[in-house]
């Protein structure tokens, strides 16, 4: 570290010294944002419709500013300077007059404003976002040094990938760029590694100051027809070493977490219409639990990183086939494999998309019909609403997925860590008429029984993050494991766009998706919870006798058998015993069609009305599987309706639009049988938002699972306009 | 289901209906390899600049009695890495044409730094952007408010594979028929798409002395430097002999305080 920044002083010193005489250039320019969100979730927590941040508001309402100030500077040909400073929606909402709202008591969950002055997210603060020095000093062997903030995007997806924390260059960084020959250049980088979330438990540990991420990338631009790149990634999050008890030489440190990545990139261009790229990563890491880094977790830990030494590799290969004998045909072939144990703590977390598949809808957002996480459980309501996010997720190749603090019209990530499989994307242009399609198989690398492992507890000492698991209608957006997967997908779409020459010109557009999805999850019988026959039915209390797979390891730790309850006369089992290799299978069958029209109205005004509908015929276990004990239940039918009118009106300096999307639809559970129908409560309907009286029942944590139809009927709109001045 | 595959298949018979009615095209092509503008150039350093992603390799001109088609390809297929909705993102293409002899304007549009010979002179440009038309037609009339009848923005420009597209109307060029597409001279000038760009700059992106995480290097931190990456040259036959006729035309000189000595000359090129 000493190192670089001597080396760092000595570039600032040596461009000093090269101070052009010439004329100083000093600019600003700037942009504000105001934003208006409504919708009838009736939430106003925030100016963003989505968080998991503890202590973070969401909301679907209110109105408020924001104002992002861009400093320029260059007082000479060899040093550039850009600043950025900015305020941010966060809870700054018009109705806090100004920024002073109200003080009703603050902590760490204020949220609404609801802390006043006293709260920087709600008190119209302006903080410096951004500050950057290039120099370009004009050596031969280096074009640029870059100090200060940076998005990190010069770099690679799987690796040191685009970053996004709300701002985009929240990363300080030194960088040098240049060129050894005509066609080898490289860049180096060190970041200091963001403490918010770039470490096990999303941590660094308590000594940050010298956490760091180096990078290195050499790209070499071949020859017309082979280029290729290497990049590499060493993070170490360093700690006070606890065994140094001696200060009087300084103390030592020790390592928290590391993390090694290599990764090679080749691009073969043989001819204009073949076009083959290949890619391939190993990675390396290591959490310490003597420095707090999680040695293992529960069922459903959080983290962004696998505990203990996980390696993995992964590749990527790219065949792409254009304009097939100038027919307007293009097909694009991707094989990819995901390792489940690939480890990049600097990988892109939503800002790329690195496989070409559509992947799942971002309509599904949490395992429940509602997208509320752990709905089962009151006080746990949605986040992103009914609706989720428009459109289809992007593919990202870690399992530190950030979709924080964006609105139900922005692009969300889902995590692809252990995919493996092959996609083909054919498009035929004719004219006005572009046809396009999809086929894409994918198999888990993570396909394994109590997480790989027979010695393994299924909650407890587990390496593997589950985060909300695998239960729901899509894929949870950062849920890559479960104790027992086989799983396999299957994603074929069709889509069209026409442009009819009416007026200026009626596009026309249409997409038809099948996803099948299957995973039987246990499939070896020894894994059942307990031994043949233990709950003999016939309102006996089960005996409780339990399956040992391992040692004294045994499912029955965590799928425990159901209590005998009666019910307006009707004695049984109040969840059905998990006895049976089904009870835990999933079986999804979605159909999701689109429809649409767009028109420009006048050279600005542009508008379009799209109708979307998503079938669902979804088997997810039964009342023995539970979603794990922590989810809503959504085996049954499920039918989403769509409607989003959109509006883009620039004029003058102004970037105008407007989204509004009514939502609809119904889930009628299907939970299978042998259990008794409970009654809600005064109590549980209070707290699960369901009618006093309706069907349900309790699941093993006391969180009710109704069996009766639920009906969505959701608004929302986000209207803005940004002004460039 | 059936409604929508119902609608594609009326999609598929009108777009071949609509291919029968063509009635000329005019094809140019552009060697590959020479996206360098007049030599030096390179890429700027982010990810989303994908190697050939501004080198020209052709442009089709189609024609029926009330469109006129064009179609540009690149050496690269195209992305949308910043969701713009259209199949593409990072380029902007400007296809300039002189369809009246001894007419039309001597400079090229703001922030592209070229002016066009006098045997050359434009009159009308089609602009092929990713941003919304309205955007653009916004951007022309602030900062080209001059030329601003003589710019097209099609309604709808699509990126597919390795060629952006789009259309105006045959009237709008000043055409009185088809065939008239044939005589015309044609010149693009492929640049990147800017959304955030400085005053003078019509949403294109700068060319610098030294590359950066978005610009262009190779050129010169002053505007005397044309900010293009690739034009056609020569006989437009996609011949490597090319290569030269683009240096030279893109030739400039500066002043030490980076304004024009010289600056690059643009000359039509014509499908023969």
């Keep these: 570290m000493k190192r670089t920044i001597i080396i760092a002083i000595a570039f600032l010193l040596c461009a000093g010294t090269l101070l052009a005489q010439g004329e100083q250039k000093f600019g600003m320019s700037g942009v504000t944002y105001t934003k208006w969100l409504w919708g009838n979730q009736r939430f106003d927590g925030s100016l963003y419709n989505f968080t998991t941040v503890p202590g973070e508001g969401y909301g679907d309402n209110g109105q408020g500013t924001e104002i992002e100030l861009l400093f320029f500077g260059k007082p000479n040909k060899y040093i550039e300077v850009k600043g950025r400073i900015h305020s941010r929606f966060s809870q700054n909402e018009w109705t806090n007059f100004g920024g002073f709202g109200v003080n009703e008591g603050c902590g760490n969950g204020s949220t609404g404003g609801d802390c006043g002055e006293s709260d920087p997210r709600s008190n119209q603060y302006v903080k410096l976002r951004g500050v950057t020095v290039n120099v370009t000093p004009g050596y031969r062997f280096l074009d640029n040094a870059q100090f200060g903030s940076t998005d990190l995007g010069m770099f690679d997806a799987f690796t040191i990938g685009k970053i996004r924390y709300i701002d985009r260059d929240n990363a300080g960084a030194i960088l040098f760029q240049g060129r050894l020959t005509d066609s080898l250049k490289y860049d180096v980088i060190r970041i200091s590694t963001p403490r918010l979330w770039a470490g096990p438990n999303y941590s660094t540990g308590e000594y940050t100051a010298q956490d760091s991420v ?18 590499y990634e060493r993070a170490r999050d360093i700690e006070v070493d606890k065994n140094d008890s001696l200060p009087d030489d300084g103390t030592d440190v020790d390592g928290r977490f590391s993390n090694d990545v290599w990764g090679f990139r080749v691009g073969v261009h043989p001819m204009p219409m073949l076009d083959i790229r290949g890619a391939y990563y190993t990675s390396e890491a290591e959490s310490d639990s003597n420095y707090d880094a999680p040695g293992g977790f529960g069922i459903n830990g959080y983290s962004p990183v696998i505990a203990g030494k996980p390696e993995g590799d992964s590749y990527t290969l790219d065949v792409d086939l254009t304009d097939i004998m100038s027919s307007g045909l293009t097909a694009n072939f991707q094989f990819f494999n995901i390792d489940e144990q690939y480890t990049s703590i600097m990988a892109a977390r939503r800002e790329s998309d690195v496989l070409i598949t559509e992947g799942f809808d971002a309509t599904f957002a949490f395992p429940g019909p509602s997208n509320a996480s752990y709905g089962v459980f009151g006080g746990n309501e949605t986040r992103i609403g009914y609706g989720g996010w428009q459109g289809t997720y992007q593919q990202v190749a870690t399992l530190n997925v950030d979709n924080e603090f964006t609105d139900f019209d922005e692009p969300a990530a889902e995590t692809a860590i252990g995919w493996k499989g092959f996609t083909v994307t054919p498009k035929w242009t004719h004219g006005a008429l572009e046809v396009a399609g999809e086929y894409t198989t994918i198999d888990y690398n993570q396909n394994w029984q109590i997480w790989g492992d027979d010695s393994n507890q299924m909650n407890g000492g587990v390496l593997y993050p589950a985060t909300e698991l695998d239960a729901g209608i899509g894929h949870n957006f950062r849920s890559a494991f479960a104790p027992f997967m086989d799983r396999s997908t299957d994603i074929l779409v069709l889509k069209g766009r026409y442009t009819f020459e009416v007026g200026k010109g009626l596009e026309v557009y249409g997409k038809l998706k099948w996803i099948d999805e299957t995973d039987k999850r246990m499939n070896n019988a020894k894994y059942l919870p307990f031994k043949a026959g233990d709950c003999p039915g016939g309102g006996v209390a089960c005996t409780n006798d339990k399956n040992f797979y391992s040692g004294n390891n045994s499912t029955g730790d965590y799928y425990g058998n159901p209590p005998v309850i009666t019910v307006n006369g009707i004695t049984g089992y109040q969840w059905k015993p998990f006895d049976n290799l089904a009870d835990d299978d999933r079986d999804l069958s979605e159909t999701m069609i689109q429809l649409g029209a767009g028109y420009q109205f006048t050279d600005i005004l542009y508008a379009s009305l799209t109708y979307e509908n998503y079938d669902i015929d979804l088997k997810d276990g039964n009342t023995a599987f539970q979603a794990y004990n922590l989810h809503e239940m959504v085996s049954g039918q499920h039918n989403k309706d769509r409607y989003i009118v959109l509006v883009k009106f620039p004029i003058g300096g102004v970037e105008a639009g407007l989204n509004y999307e009514y939502v609809t639809g119904d889930f009628t559970p299907e939970f299978g049988d042998g259990f008794v129908v409970q009654y809600a409560d005064a109590g549980t309907a209070t707290s699960a938002g369901v009618k006093e009286g309706s069907r349900g029942f309790k699941n093993r944590y006391g969180g009710w699972n109704s069996l009766e139809t639920r009906d969505f009927e959701q608004s929302r709109l986000k209207a803005f306009f940004k002004v460039r001045f | 289901m059936n409604r929508s595959v119902r609608l594609l298949l009326i999609g598929c018979i009108c777009a071949l209906a609509a291919g029968t009615v063509l009635a000329a095209d005019v094809t140019l092509k552009d060697p590959t390899g020479d996206d360098f503008g007049p030599g030096g150039y390179s890429y700027p350093t982010d990810a989303v600049y994908k190697r050939g992603s501004f080198d020209l390799t052709s442009l089709q001109v189609k024609s029926n009695d009330k469109k006129v088609d064009f179609m540009a390809s690149v050496n690269s297929n195209l992305e949308d890495p910043w969701s713009m909705g259209n199949g593409f993102a990072v380029q902007m293409i400007f296809i300039y044409i002189d369809t009246t002899p001894d007419a039309g304007f001597d400079k090229g549009l703001p922030g592209q730094n070229v002016m066009f010979a006098a045997d050359s002179a434009w009159d009308k440009v089609v602009i092929l952007s990713p941003q919304q038309p309205g955007r653009v037609k916004q951007e022309v009339e602030s900062k080209a408010a001059a030329m601003k009848d003589a710019c097209l923005i099609p309604n709808k420009t699509r990126g597919s594979g390795r060629t952006i597209s789009g259309s ?32 003078g700059d019509l949403l294109t992106r700068k060319v610098n002395e030294y590359e950066g995480q978005h610009r262009f290097g190779g050129g010169n931190d002053g505007e005397c430097d044309p900010h293009v990456i690739d034009v056609f040259a020569g006989a437009a036959k996609g011949d490597k002999s090319e290569i030269d006729e683009q240096k030279k035309m893109l030739a400039f000189e500066c002043n030490d305080d980076g304004t024009s000595k010289s600056m690059a000359t643009l000359t039509m090129v014509k499908a023969n």
């Design chain 1, 214 to 231: 180096y990078g290195l990338q050499m790209k070499w631009s071949g020859n017309e027809f082979v280029d290729g790149s290497l990049i």
């Design chain 2, 168 to 199: 105006v109307d045959l009237a709008a060029l000043g055409a009185k028929s088809a065939d008239d597409i044939k005589g015309w001279g044609y010149q693009v000038v492929m640049q990147s798409n800017e959304g955030f760009p400085t005053e």
